[in-house]
């Protein structure tokens, strides 16, 4: 059986999306010696990842919307022969295909806080047209699952729920002298974008700082996404210039240390889908707050300390908390390492294999 796996989400610095295809790519070659794969992106790559791959790189019309570019594309798919396409970057597909379709649906946030009501009915239009066409969908949490239901009506029977995991070189590494004299700090990683909840964060962050004697930082790690000038102008005003650091894009091997040298992660994140921070965290022996809302708690389970992402005050405490309370923070970096062995990536490419292999 011919597969093919778009992995334009990688052409790119990786994020989320990006990362996820990575790893079931990765473990999908290493589990499954009978299909053969074909890697679909937009620019001829010389990454490794490539190399004696079967490499299909597609034609992209810069100048139309993404969804219509994507899909246009696909119109010389056919050539290939290709039994099955996995799209992981949630939407696609406009047009028919003769290949079975699969789509990884990581969320849908942008339909449920949209407040515009005709964008809200025109979003809902293109998801339930998408997503009834393609043969199978898979989620990455059951709160993902149960929104697709929700608002869109799906036949839960349609949908697979098949969690994500942490690579396997997030781990404890040994601490050196030298690291226990830098400045201590809190951590945050993900996109600068509203539904990350930074505003929120930094401001109970400001709260920690005047009503404490911790000397911590705070240190943001990720790409600016949509709307992110409003959290450089909170930072501003409450003049924290010099205590938040934003650092960008960071490598998996500087990620790793920092998740190693932080006294703990903070995710309050107001939605997610897939939200792999925290677990990258705990299996770095970095204790966790996050929010107890959507996806979040299917991941962490009882190794994160929750709190309401709404409600700053309550999570300042948290901070406070989990900073003073060294058995606390013992028990849940304890907890954390077993929560992270639940999960792993080899399981997500054996689950996602038997589905391709359903649809023939």
Same mark, same amino acid.
């Given at each position: 059986?011919?597969? +093919?796996?778009?992995?334009?989400?990688?052409?790119?610095? &990786?994020? +989320?999306?990006?990362r996820? !295809?990575?790893?079931?790519?990765?473990?999908?070659?290493?589990?499954?010696?009978?299909?053969?794969?074909?890697?679909?992106?937009?620019?001829?790559?010389?990454?490794?990842?490539?190399?004696?791959?079967?490499?299909?790189?597609?034609?992209?019309?810069t100048?139309? &919307?993404?969804?219509?570019?994507?899909?246009?594309?696909?119109?010389?798919?056919?050539?290939y022969?290709?039994?099955? =396409?996995?799209?992981? @970057?949630?939407?696609?597909?406009?047009? &028919?295909?003769? !290949?079975?379709?699969?789509?990884?649906v990581?969320?849908?946030?942008?339909?449920?806080?949209?407040?515009?009501?005709?964008?809200?009915?025109?979003?809902?239009?293109?998801?339930?047209?998408i997503?009834?066409?393609?043969?199978?969908?898979?989620?990455?949490?059951?709160?993902?699952?149960?929104?697709?239901?929700?608002h869109?009506?799906?036949?839960?029977?349609?949908?697979?729920? =098949?969690?994500? !995991?942490?690579?396997?070189?997030?781990?404890?590494?040994?601490?050196?002298?030298?690291?226990?004299?830098?400045?201590?700090?809190?951590?945050f990683? +993900?996109?600068?974008?509203?539904?990350?909840?930074?505003?929120?964060? /930094?401001?109970?962050?400001?709260?920690?700082?005047?009503?404490?004697?911790?000397?911590?930082?705070?240190?943001?790690?990720?790409?600016?996404?949509?709307?992110?000038?409003?959290?450089?102008?909170?930072?501003?005003?409450?003049?924290?210039?010099?205590?938040?650091?934003?650092?960008?894009?960071?490598?998996?091997?500087?990620?790793?240390?920092?998740?190693?040298?932080? @006294?703990?992660?903070?995710?309050?994140?107001?939605?997610?889908?897939?939200?792999?921070?925290?677990?990258? !965290?705990?299996?770095? +022996?970095?204790?966790?707050?996050? @929010?107890? /809302?959507?996806?979040?708690?299917?991941?962490?389970?009882k190794?994160?300390?929750?709190?309401? &992402?709404?409600?700053?005050?309550?999570?300042?405490?948290?901070?406070?908390?989990?900073?003073?309370?060294?058995?606390?923070?013992?028990?849940?970096?304890?907890?954390?390492?077993?929560?992270?062995?639940?999960? @792993?990536?080899?399981?997500?490419?054996?689950?996602?294999?038997?589905?391709?292999?359903?649809?023939?």
């Amino acid at each position: 059986m011919k597969i +093919g796996i778009l992995t334009k989400a990688m052409d790119n610095t &990786p994020t +989320g999306i990006g990362r996820y !295809a990575k790893n079931l790519v990765e473990n999908l070659i290493k589990i499954d010696k009978t299909n053969e794969y074909f890697f679909i992106h937009y620019k001829k790559s010389d990454q490794g990842f490539y190399k004696n791959k079967n490499e299909i790189v597609i034609k992209r019309y810069t100048w139309l &919307p993404k969804i219509l570019n994507d899909s246009l594309a696909f119109l010389f798919i056919d050539k290939y022969h290709l039994d099955v =396409i996995h799209e992981v @970057s949630q939407i696609n597909f406009l047009f &028919p295909l003769k !290949a079975k379709t699969v789509i990884t649906v990581h969320d849908i946030y942008f339909l449920i806080n949209e407040k515009n009501l005709i964008k809200k009915f025109l979003l809902k239009l293109l998801y339930n047209y998408i997503y009834k066409r393609a043969d199978k969908l898979i989620a990455d949490s059951e709160s993902t699952k149960k929104d697709l239901i929700k608002h869109l009506g799906l036949a839960k029977e349609k949908i697979q729920v =098949i969690r994500g !995991a942490v690579e396997p070189s997030f781990k404890v590494i040994q601490k050196r002298k030298s690291d226990r004299k830098k400045s201590p700090y809190i951590l945050f990683v +993900g996109t600068l974008e509203p539904r990350k909840n930074l505003e929120r964060l /930094i401001k109970a962050f400001y709260q920690f700082k005047v009503k404490t004697d911790y000397k911590h930082n705070l240190i943001m790690v990720g790409e600016k996404g949509w709307k992110y000038q409003a959290i450089f102008k909170k930072v501003k005003s409450l003049n924290l210039n010099k205590e938040v650091v934003f650092t960008g894009h960071v490598t998996n091997n500087n990620l790793i240390l920092l998740y190693n040298q932080a @006294s703990l992660l903070v995710f309050p994140s107001l939605y997610e889908g897939l939200g792999l921070p925290p677990l990258e !965290a705990m299996a770095c +022996g970095c204790p966790v707050i996050t @929010s107890k /809302i959507s996806s979040l708690p299917e991941y962490c389970g009882k190794a994160a300390y929750y709190i309401n &992402p709404y409600d700053t005050k309550q999570l300042t405490k948290a901070i406070v908390k989990v900073l003073a309370d060294k058995k606390l923070k013992r028990r849940m970096v304890e907890l954390g390492l077993a929560q992270v062995k639940k999960f @792993s990536w080899k399981k997500t490419a054996k689950k996602t294999m038997l589905i391709y292999n359903s649809l023939l």
